[in-house]
């Protein structure tokens, strides 16, 4: 008798101890976060408070940047661009964008130095927010981020042994010299545009930095290097010395991509910031003070002559 009554308790229990439980589930129509917690269901199972999953797509960045009044930017180190110097940030580009975001609301630019070839991975990786750089905006690169407005054009310049001993004043003039040695920096738009000009991949030597394709010139172990005008002119003046010369009758390759238009490059992912920065540009370039910028004292090498040209957009650069 006490081992029957035994079994009708503890069937008992357990139908008590389901019903309790059916109870709480009905209760709580939450599901369970990445972090182990319940999160409450307000009609968005993607943990969002307001609109749909689509809806919200890219606004992350720009909310974050706003809370926190700092964005992460990535630079190369490629004066005059975007560089570091005393402990400061500088560079044409640096200085368009920090009047661009200041004027969203980001009051601070938080910068990490990125080896050039980097730059475009680890963007889309997250390792920073955009690119301030002067970035080349070019079919392949629109693939994998996204641009901003044109922001600055410039052309290419050439730097050669003192008196120019084997007579290079075109990208021609090495094309057609097999003999001659060129040093490109990895990752730089002058690599395709070297081969373009007919240029040998056998001529071409790469180097992580501009700095090192001047001092393979400077050593002869290369006849001439090549880049942005801005960038080889800044660089002359802190590596040229009395061994190398900046080519001044230069004659720009006839290629696409010359001239170059830089942007502020951005995650696919992140259309509010790209969106917000645009218009914040427009603004600038509407006002003029985009050209008092490039115009100033503490940007040399810059003027009128890198302002974008009318009615070239980065939706045109990108189809090629």
């Keep these: 008798m006490k081992k029957l009554l035994l079994i009708v308790f503890t069937l008992a229990l357990v139908i008590a101890l389901a019903a309790c439980g059916s109870e709480e589930n009905a209760g709580n129509n939450g599901t369970t ?3 182990g917690e319940n999160t409450e269901n307000t009609g968005d199972t993607t943990g969002n408070t307001g609109g749909s999953a689509e809806e919200t797509k890219g606004n992350g ?9 700092v964005i992460t930017i990535a630079y190369a180190q490629e004066p005059p661009y975007s560089y570091m110097e005393d402990d400061e940030l500088k560079g044409a580009a640096v200085e368009i964008a920090r009047e661009v975001f200041k004027g969203i609301g980001i009051e601070k630019m938080e910068p990490k130095l990125t080896k050039w070839e980097q730059l ?6 997250g390792e920073f927010d955009a690119i301030v750089a002067g970035m080349a905006v070019k079919p392949d690169r629109c693939e994998q981020v996204d641009f901003g407005e044109l922001e600055i ?4 310049g050439i730097v ?3 008196g120019n001993p084997q007579d290079i004043h075109s990208y021609q003039d090495i094309a057609d010299n097999s ?6 920096m990895s990752g730089a738009t002058e690599y395709d545009f ?16 501009i700095a090192a394709t001047l001092d393979l010139v400077k050593t002869g172990r290369a006849d001439v290097t090549t880049a942005t005008e801005m960038t080889v002119k800044k660089a002359m003046e802190s590596v040229g010395g009395d061994d190398l010369e900046y080519v001044q009758d230069f004659v720009q390759p006839d290629v696409d991509g010359v001239p170059s238009y830089g942007a502020v490059a951005f995650n696919a992912d992140a ?18 003070k985009i050209k008092e910028i490039l115009s100033s004292d503490a940007l040399p090498f810059w003027g009128e002559a890198n302002l974008v040209d009318e009615g070239v957009t980065t939706e045109q650069l990108c189809q090629g």
Aim: aromatic content about 4%; proline content about 3%.
């Design 33 to 35: 976060g990445n972090n």
């Design 61 to 69: 960045t720009l909310d974050k940047a706003l809370e926190d009044g």
């Design 120 to 125: 475009i991975p680890g963007l889309k990786t």
């Design 153 to 156: 054009k410039y052309g290419e």
């Design 160 to 162: 050669v042994q003192k």
């Design 179 to 184: 003999d001659v040695k060129v040093a490109v």
């Design 194 to 209: 070297l081969l373009d000009a007919g240029v040998s991949e056998d001529q071409i030597q790469l180097a992580p930095s």
């Design 271 to 288: 259309d509010a910031l790209r969106e917000a920065y645009n218009a914040e540009l427009q603004k600038l370039k509407d006002s003029g």
